[in-house]
């Protein structure tokens, strides 16, 4: 532990923080969806320019890569990324830097993900002469929608000239009150797969279902079966979740239609499983379809693969967020299903993904991320943009 530059650190990010507030707020007002980010990313280059550090401009389009570097610059290298897009959701918060795009909204906290980061790359340039290294900052297009602008960054040279030894993300957690911060060593977020099945019968009218094949009878069949996946053949100690939210028969009462459309999800964390689940699941459905009569076109859109926070760099970054917020504002988070394009950094490099706390109830912000009212105690800014300053000066020190 360093108390000296813990102290200084801490004094750089509550001076900043009124204007990472600021950046926060204007990011938050000009939202942009993903892969559009275009003035986004010119506000960020601008910002670091007036930091005195040259940014690296379209990366994957709308990214952006920088380096800070501290004395002996070639000795390692560790990078910090931010994502920077926002959600099709029409705002609802009552505030003064609310969303003036009809429709989009920062629902996500990637806003702050990128204010932060702005505001750890001004604390890092400040004190560029006490730290080894070079800090590598990746602010990222797309994180919400597939692709991922995750993976076009590495596939345009993000993670390279100078490799990053290792990477870490942040992400705001509305269940965390503001002040904390969570860590999960090892597999900690699912790989997310999109599901679409289109169920082919012979339409007509309901009173006759002998002179049909009902695609509505099959397609209840299907969801029903499909759930044995779940519980019947995946190992029951490798997470694994199927949830159809989407089905469409365009029939009446009286109507049995020609075809049903169901849409879902496929979550776990294992990849070998995840290939054969999806073969089965193929092979179950058309089956059913085959056997009652009917056809089935079963496809699935590869999302993300699953996250795994490298061990022993988690660690490394738990006890050094110990040292900076205390052993009380420092918890252990739990495996969680949602899925985050950050994952395609783990399959890359050593990396760790946590999370910030932004939940204040005394304020009234408790609502979950993707919701219309989904909002942070921007105290947070100081106490992520800090934390991630000391997170990387701690693993450029520290002598693996
Ligand atoms: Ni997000």
Redesign the pocket.
Known sequence: MNNALIARIKTLSAEFAPEIIQDRQHLHANPELSFKEYNTAKYVAQRLRSFGIEPQEGVAETGLVAHIEGKNPSSKTVALRA?MDALPIKEENDVPYKSKVDGVMHA???DVHTSSLLGTAKILNKIREEFEGTVKLIFQPG?ELIPGGASLMIKDGALESPKANNIFGQ?VQPFLPVGKVGFREGMYMASADEIYVTVKGKGGHGAMPDNNIDPVVITAHIIVALQQIVSRVANPKTPTVLSFGKIIAQGATNIIPNEVKLEGTFRTLDEKWRATAHEKMKKMAEGIAEAMGGSCDFKILNGYPFLKNEPQMTNRAKLAAIDFLGEENVVDLDIWMAA?DFAYYTQSTDACFYRLGVRNEAKGIVSS?HTPTFNIDETSLEVGSGLMAWLAINELHSNV
Request: aromatic share 0%; glycine share 12%.
């Open positions: 994502d996500c906290g990637h994180e992400h985050e991320v």
